[in-house]
């Protein structure tokens, strides 16, 4: 059975940093290519951040890029995601994803397995 499991999540100021984790069980990491994405109180999921399979490629959304930062640790079967300079706009459910191919993709329906969710919440 595929589980994924983040945590790392909770209060911060904004300016402040937090770092989510996703621990994968029942599949080997090296086979997944990984995402971040986040749902913000009353709006649709939405896509941060994927990295590939060894983390060679990564790809961001605008509204993160250069503030955010993707990585894995396959050995650990974790992938992290670094946040900097939080606003509170950042303020949202934070998934993480596993899809079983090769290239980045922001497709939400194309992932197959999900996490459930840690809230992030900046504060003013």
């Known amino acids: 059975q595929v589980q994924l499991v983040e945590s790392g999540g909770g209060l911060v100021q904004a300016g402040g940093s937090l770092t989510l984790s996703c621990v994968a069980s029942g599949l080997s990491l090296s086979t997944y ?3 971040w ?3 913000p109180q009353g709006k649709e999921r939405e896509f941060l951040t ?3 399979r060894h983390g060679d490629s990564t790809d961001y959304a ?3 890029r250069g503030r955010f930062t993707i990585s894995r640790d396959n050995g650990k079967n974790t992938v992290y995601l670094q946040m900097n300079s939080l606003k509170p706009e950042d303020s949202a459910v934070y998934y993480c994803a596993a899809r079983r ?3 980045v993709n922001r497709k939400i329906d194309d992932y197959d397995y999900w996490g ?3 809230q992030v919440t900046v504060s003013s």
């Open 37 to 39: 994405f986040r749902r």
């Open 62 to 64: 605008d509204s993160v």
């Open 116 to 118: 459930q969710g840690m």
């Open 50 to 52: 994927t990295i590939t």
């Open 101 to 103: 191919a090769f290239g």
């Open 33 to 35: 290519v990984m995402a």
